[in-house]
């Protein structure tokens, strides 16, 4: 399976800049996966698709403010480090630029030496790891210092930072926004709860490999990037319920779906795990985990575009996309969302 297989037109304007002043107003195309059938909807539509005894699964991971702009102690010259990964410790992988001019043992000052960074090893791509050096809380450090590292297709400034967490973000550890998720709003959730919709949480920290193309011809020589998600035993306890009483499960994201997929791929019911995941699912792929799925539009020749493409059938995503650029819908991570459903 090729890689162009997957790519598509997408006008530039097309590609949402900021967020929407109320999250649950942004469009909803509704892909009906068995007919190929189109919906044009609002999000806030979502709860008439969801049924009593359903499953409703949220990622609870919460973006890092992992930018941070400051400068080498020896010569003043201006580095820009994006936390990826904690390693150890204090000990963090980061991309660096420009990574050309740090070597081991540099350091670089953020807020006048409120937070240092020590290098440790400069790698390949930008990747360096670093110590970072600070007194207190490190979140609250970061907090004070750092901003969102918003994807580079957006190219203004976000005016309120928490528009790129969701509302039922709580654990610090992603490098990026699960965005189908910045569309659910306190009231909507209660709506949904309210219902008889079970409301779950799993944990994947998303990394910065999630958005990249794919760059190679062949979609099966393309090495997954690693994340670590947590799945625990009250959210297994549900689903497993949720499944046994033939009702639906609802991710919410490609993050969501990568935790079940990869947990119920193992075993033959949902079982509480820590762990990481390297899953990549491409069309031939047989789903156990999720029935259904809330998502953003992705990126051409992404890894998510591939995912929702296994889900829903190539030819119908494809035709989805289209309509969604011929009905001037808003893209990417402030843009709308697609629900594919059965």
């Avoid at 699964?57 to 919460?62: A, F, M």
């Avoid at 390693?87 to 043992?105: F, S």
């Avoid at 790698?123 to 809380?137: M, Q």
């Avoid at 690693?226 to 499960?249: F, M, P």
């Amino acid at each position: 399976m090729r890689t162009d297989e997957f790519d598509y037109y997408l006008p530039e304007e097309l590609i949402a800049q900021t967020p929407l002043e109320n999250r649950s107003s942004s469009r909803l195309l509704v892909l009906h996966k068995k007919t190929g059938q189109i919906e044009h909807r609002k999000f806030s539509d979502i709860i008439n698709y969801l049924s009593k005894g359903d499953a409703l699964v949220i990622n609870d991971t919460k973006v890092i403010p992992a930018r941070l702009i400051g400068e080498k102690e020896d010569t003043g010259a201006v580095i820009e480090l994006l936390l990826l990964k904690n390693i150890n410790g204090d000990v963090w992988e980061c991309l660096a630029k420009p990574q050309k001019r740090l070597h081991i043992d540099t350091i670089i000052s953020f807020g006048k030496g409120k937070l240092k960074a020590k290098v440790k090893e400069v790698l390949a791509d930008g990747i360096t790891r670093v110590e970072l050096i600070y007194t207190g809380i490190l979140m609250e450090v970061l907090e004070s210092l750092g901003t969102m590292p918003l994807p580079p297709y957006i190219h203004q400034k976000l005016k309120d930072q928490d528009r790129y967490q969701t509302v039922y973000a709580e654990i610090y550890g992603s490098s990026a926004a699960p965005t189908a998720g910045l569309h659910f709003t306190e009231e909507l959730l209660k709506e949904i709860k309210d219902k008889g919709i079970e409301v779950v949480h799993v944990t994947l920290h998303v990394g910065l490999g999630t958005f990249r193309p794919v760059q190679v011809d062949n979609i099966l020589e393309h090495k997954m990037h690693k994340e670590s998600y947590i799945l625990d035993e009250k959210t297994t306890e549900v689903l497993n319920h949720i499944q046994k009483n033939g009702g639906k499960i609802f991710a919410v994201g490609t993050t969501s779906t990568r935790v079940l997929e990869s947990n119920r791929q193992k075993y033959k019911e949902f079982t509480p795990e820590v762990n990481d995941t390297e899953i990549f699912i491409y069309p031939g792929y047989e789903f156990k985990g999720i029935n259904n799925l809330i998502t953003n539009f992705h990126l051409p020749k992404s890894t998510l575009i591939m995912l929702v493409s296994a889900l829903a059938g190539k030819e119908n995503i494809m035709k989805a996309y289209k309509e969604a650029v011929s009905e001037k819908y808003r893209f990417f991570s402030f843009g709308d969302a697609m629900l594919i459903i059965d």
